[in-house]
C-alpha cells in the first residue's frame, strides 16, 4: 500500500486548508503540515488549467531550499473557472454575492493542480470538473455567506457544505476534485513517485 511506499519520505503538506488534510489522510499515510504565506500572483495570459498548475509550482518553489533529501513537498491549487473567467476568494460579502449569483443555474469548471516536490524531482498534474448548479435564491446564497466562510474558498463556495448540498444538480468529473484535492490521481501520482 501507499503507506509502505512512502515509508522512507517525510511527507510534507504545505496547505492549510483542513479539507486537503482531512483527505490526505483518507490515504493513509503519515504527513507533516508545513505553509509558507505566498502572493497568490499569476501572469493574466495562462488559461485556466495553466493558473492552478502555475499556483501549485509557485507554492513549492517557495520551499525550494528547505527540502532535504527524504522529504516529498504536497502542494496544490484550485481554481473555479466561469467560461474563461477566473472566480478567485471573494475579499468581500458583496464578491462572493456576485460570484454565487453568477454560477447559478449554469456549469463551470473547478481545476484542482497538484505539484509533488522532492529535493531532486517535481511532479505537477490536475484534474477538471465539471460542477453544474442550480437555480439558487438570492435568500439560499445570503444565508451561506453570512453562516458559512466563502473567503477561503475559490468561488466563494464548498461543495462539502450548505451550498454544495443544495445547490450543484450535477458533476461531471472527481467530487474530491471539487473540494480541492483529486484524490484519486494524488494516490496514482505518489505510488509512481
Keep these: 500500500m501507499l503507506s509502505t511506499k512512502l515509508a522512507h519520505r517525510n511527507v510534507i503538506l504545505a496547505s492549510q486548508s483542513p479539507r486537503r488534510q482531512k483527505l490526505l ?51 496544490s491549487d484550485t481554481t473555479v473557472c466561469l467560461d474563461d473567467h477566473i472566480l478567485n476568494k471573494p475579499q468581500s460579502k458583496e ?43 438570492d435568500e439560499e446564497i445570503l444565508h451561506y455567506i453570512e453562516g458559512y466562510n466563502p473567503f477561503d474558498k475559490a468561488g466563494s463556495y464548498g461543495a462539502q457544505d450548505f451550498l ?15 473540494m480541492g484535492f483529486p484524490l484519486h490521481l494524488v494516490y496514482q501520482e505518489l505510488m509512481k513517485f
Excluded at 495570459?45 to 495553466?50: A, F, N, P
Excluded at 505539484?115 to 511532479?123: C, F, G, I, M, N
Design 164 to 178: 454544495g448540498f443544495i445547490g450543484i444538480s450535477k458533476l461531471n468529473g472527481s467530487y474530491f476534485n471539487v
Design 25 to 75: 489522510k483518507g490515504l493513509e499515510i503519515e504527513f507533516e503540515i508545513r505553509t509558507k504565506d505566498i502572493e497568490e500572483n499569476y501572469p493574466d495570459h495562462l488559461k485556466r488549467e495553466e493558473v492552478a498548475r502555475f499556483l501549485a509550482h509557485l507554492k513549492a518553489e517557495s520551499f525550494k531550499n528547505d527540502l532535504v533529501e527524504n522529504d516529498l513537498l504536497i502542494t
Design 95 to 137: 464578491e462572493a454575492l456576485s460570484m454565487l449569483q453568477q454560477l447559478r443555474n449554469r456549469s463551470h469548471v473547478v481545476v484542482t493542480a497538484v505539484a509533488l516536490t522532492s529535493h531532486d524531482k517535481q511532479v505537477i498534474f490536475h484534474d477538471e470538473t465539471e460542477v453544474t448548479f442550480g437555480n439558487l435564491t
